[in-house]
Structure formats: C-alpha cells, structure tokens
C-alpha cells in the first residue's frame, strides 16, 4: 500500500519552511543501524505448538461482539504487518497491554491471537549522506530485530521484499540505486544473492521465517522491469534463494486490485507460462478500493482451482475513527458522507477484519490474512512541528524529506507522518484496542449482547422547490451488523428547511439518537430529466453505446473512491494504442418546450492525444458540443452545454463522445453525473 498523502497548505508550507531550515542546519543525526549482535535466545522454531504467548483458548471477558468463523484451521495465519514499531519506538512512542501496563508489542499482538508477523525490506533506504528516507527504515537490519521479536514470542516472520529502496506498489516499482543500469542478467543474480544473503542473516540469528514475499503489489512491473519476459527471471531468483535458505518456507508473489476485471488471472497465467516456483498467490484486499468479498472470492477461488496455489490476503486494513491523530491527513476517513459497509468505530474495525477472515477461511486454498500496519501510531499529540520533527530524525512517518533524492515525484512533494494512523488497532497513546482481539475470539465466536455502537448517515436528495423532509428515525449499527431504527431529534427549524429548498446546495444538519450524534447530508437540486444519471442503479439503465472502438475494459463499475457521488460509475480501460472510442449517450422524450442545460463530469490518466466532448442532438442532428479534458486521477472536468433550444416532440439525446490514443500503461477513465435540467438562465 501506498500512503496517499492528503494535507492542506498550512502544512505544506511549514513542511517548506522547516525542510530549509533544517537544511541550514546541517542534516539530521541519520538512524544508526543497529550493528549488535542477536542477544536474545530464539526459541526453537522447529517446536510445532507455538510459543506460550499464543493463547490456544479463548480471551475471556471481552465486550467485542465477534460471530465465530467455523472450521477456521489451527494454522490459519493471522498476520500483524508491524515494519514501522522500530522507528515507532525510537520516536519515544510507547506500547501497553490490555492491562494499561507497558509490555513490548509483540507480545501483547501473540498474547492477541496473532501468529505472523509481516516486515517489508527495502534495499538500501538511505541517502548519500546516511539520511534515512523514513517509512521505518525498513532494511534488511530492522527486518532482523523486527523478526528476532516476534521469533521470541513465537510468531513466523512473514519478509517482505520490496526490491526496491523505497515503497514499491502498483504505482512504482522503483530499482534499486545499486542495481540501476544492470542487464538483467546482472540484475537477476544481484537479486539473488541480495535474497540469498538477507535470509542468512536472520536465519543466523534464529528467526522463524515462514514465508517470503518475492515482490510487493507486483502489477505487472517489478523492480524496474516493465516486461514478463523480465520479471519472470527475477521471480525466479528470489525464489531460488528462499527454497535454498528457508526450504521449509512458503515463497510468495503479491499483488494488488482483485476488483480489477481479469488482472488475477493474467498474472497467474504469466506466472505459470513462465514455470515461476512459488506457493502463494497473495492479494491486498482494503475494503474501500478492492471491490467486493464476492469477487475477492471469486477471483482467488479461480487462481486455487488453475493452479492448485495457496491464496490469501496479505494486506488489509480499516479504520476505527475517522479523526486524524498526528496532524498528517489520512487515506479514509475524513470528510465523512461516503457510503461505507463498516462503521469508522473499533467494532466496526473488528466486524470487517472478521468478515475478511471468514471470506478467506472459505475459500479453497486460503491460508490466512494478514493485517497492515496495524501499529503505526502518531509519535506524538502535541503539535505537527513536533511530529514532523521525529519523523525526519527517527524515520516514523511515511516518507521524510531525505527520500527526495530517491523519489522526488511522490515522498519528495508529499513526505510527512502516517496516512493510517486511524487504522492502527493501537490508540494514540499506545494502548491496544478491543478489535486487536478479533484474531483470537473470531476462533471461538464471542457473540455479547449486540449495542447500538453509529448510526447510519441519511442521505437525501430534493428536487428544487419541494419540502426537505426528515425521517423520524435513523438506522443504528448495532455490534453484530443488524440495524434498528431509533428516533431521532434534528436540529433545524422549519424555516431553516424551507431555506434549504429554495435553491440549489448541500446541506448537512445533525441530530441527536440513542445519544449518538445523527447526520443527514441534503442535497438541492434541478430537476434531472435523464435516468441513472450517476450509475447508482449498476448496471446501464437509460444509457447506450454507439460507434463502439475496441477498448478492453468498458463497464459499470462500483468503487466509491473512483465515483465523483456516489458508489457507482462509468469505467474504461484498455492497454492497446487508439482502442478507446465510444460515445454514450441517452435518449429523453415527452420533455416541454423551453431551454435546457446538459452537464457530465470525466475523469482519467494515460491517454495521451484525446477527443472527448459533452454533445447534444436534436432529432439525430449534433447542435451542441463542450470539450472535455483529462489529466489524472482525482482530476474531474466538467462540461456544461447551455441554452439548448427544445420544442415539443423532438427527440434529444445527450452525451459524451471518448476517443483516446493511449499511451504507456494504457488510456484510462471514470464518467459520471449527468444532468439535463431546465435551464433558466
Ligand atoms: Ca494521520
């Protein structure tokens, strides 16, 4: 996962003030790497029962309502990615147990019912200068302390290689400085001894390795290398190495978007053409990007069923509160009003991670899921400067200024602190929450008396002119997933209401139920004479396709994060040059005589050389036409068609025509919300 940073300007500009200041003052102390040798005894790692520390009975006592998962296995992995608590802890932040007394993470993440413990690897994650880009400083150093901890408390490490020497994900895939400029001959032998030599280092000092990522979220590029043909030899050689170091250990290959129609099975079919050695098909699943557990089954069921491959979900995570913690913008979480399947609550965290385990536990082959970063916490409460402090000097934020030389695009615009600190299944001050038990009790089932634990946001939308009405009631969540309806009381007058309808806006009011505060988000707006207008029924109601090209990928898609409102949208894809080409349009009737306006919004990315514009025909004939643009994601044009001359019994059909070269990874975009309203100057 990547950490998409989201921060307003105030920040960026003391980010800029502090980094020049900080320059003047000569670089910060860079980390020292921790040179001593392994002092702890590792327990034996051959000893099949586990630590002492892994409770092999229910956690008594917990108020977490967790509907068991039958037949979960006695091995069923459930991961903890815990790469940043070494830079955590340096930054001063300190770990409780449930108890409210200080006890080292792991511990407490065994004494949870967690088995395996995830440790990302990146190569060399310096500058010239020793100045550690940050993100935990994660080489193959702190992968060993990480690994000589959770040994202790008997968990398997779960290594992480990213090959890179920085985040790699579907976005980047970076090569390392050493290996830049290689053949791959060279890089694939420097791949291998890298692997071979990181693996001896913490097989030297006892540490129970289980399984080996070659890769992180491997999209299709991997470690510089754009092309199968490539990449299968560098699959390879990690590989190779594993089965020679750890040849009791799982080697997996990882990869990201199952929502992605087809992708899974593509990657499973390079690998096997290409007779990669590997055990695992591994995939991140975060609930908000990744599509449904439906297709996350579906897809890893299909990859099991081909070709007999161990499957899981080695990335995941969700939050337990929408605020912020350490004055750096989170992933999910703010703004509120989005459509979502779990309450931002500590139980709404634990029912998620539940369902993703009875997801995986049901699917054949499934072998476990592992949790991402569910320990990177704020490293302070007081201040941004403060925080921004120990991140530069202590590595604990997502990406501190240093990585500018390695990675200017990305951590050298956007470095800070964590993007998922409302994820972590630690509290801000250390202290372990409730969910963290969910590994434990989903073993046995912990079914309490269900509470009413948020309530459901109302949404609602009002043509302009007509009466905003508020139910009388709200859905409260209860603990185990139901809904009940309880009273609610807004607060807003009647005045206040008929203010709202008098014009277009949005509008949020709240309220009080059940002691919990209730939000209605009310939208005003012009009467839309077009059906679906934003894809919300799924699938293309009102709408057709005309002067089809060859894209490969053109459907209805839902994904919240890609829709401009909403869940759903129009999607396009395709990877061949000038494939892209259609125009979708719908058709109105029985309109009155008079003036209309028609609006639709795009988005999209690598399309290179484009023709895309709003239109509208009359009886057939095209009178009016609006160009579009698209830059990248998140980037929404618009284009608004006036004054659109209508008489009574003409047919109108309004549009958007799409036409894209394409260009590298392949012409990419997202349609949504059209509008055909009366236009009244
Ligand atoms: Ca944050």
Redesign the pocket.
Known sequence: MKNYQIRGILCLILALVLAVSAAACGPADPTEPPTAPPTDPPTDPTDPTGSSYIPDAKIEGSDLYVKKVDNIPHDFIMGMDASSVIAEEASGVKYYNFEGQEQDVFQTLAESGINYIRVRVWNDPYDAQGNSYGGGNCDIRTALEIGKRATKYGMKLLVDFHYSDFWADPGKQMVPKAWAGMTIEEKTQALYEYTRDSLNLLKEAGVDVGMVQVGNETNGTFCGERIWFNMQYLFQAGSKAVREVYPEALVAIHFANPEKDGSYDTYASKLDYYHVDYDVFASSYYPYWHGTLENLTQVLTRINQTYGKKVMVVETSYAYTPE???????TIGEGGAVTKNYPYTVHGQATCVRDIIETVVNIPGGIGVCYWEGTWI?VGRNSWEENHEKWEKFGSGWASSWAASYDPEDAGKYYG??????QAMFGPDGKPLESLRVFNLVRYGNEVTPKADALEDVMLTVDIGKDVVLPETVNAIMTDGSRSAVPVTWNVTAEELAAMSAGVGKHTVTGVADGMEAKAFVTVIEFNYLVNDSFETGDMTGWILENLGQAEEMYVEEKVTDSLTGSWHYHFWSSKTDSVKFDLEQTVEGLSSGTYKFSISIMGGDCGETNIYAYVKINGELVKAEPLTVTSYGNWDTATIRGIEYHEGDTITVGIHVQCRGEGNGAWGKIDDAMLNSDNG
């Open positions: 912020d913690t350490d004055f750096n913008g989170n704020t602190g964590c993007a998922v600190d409302n």
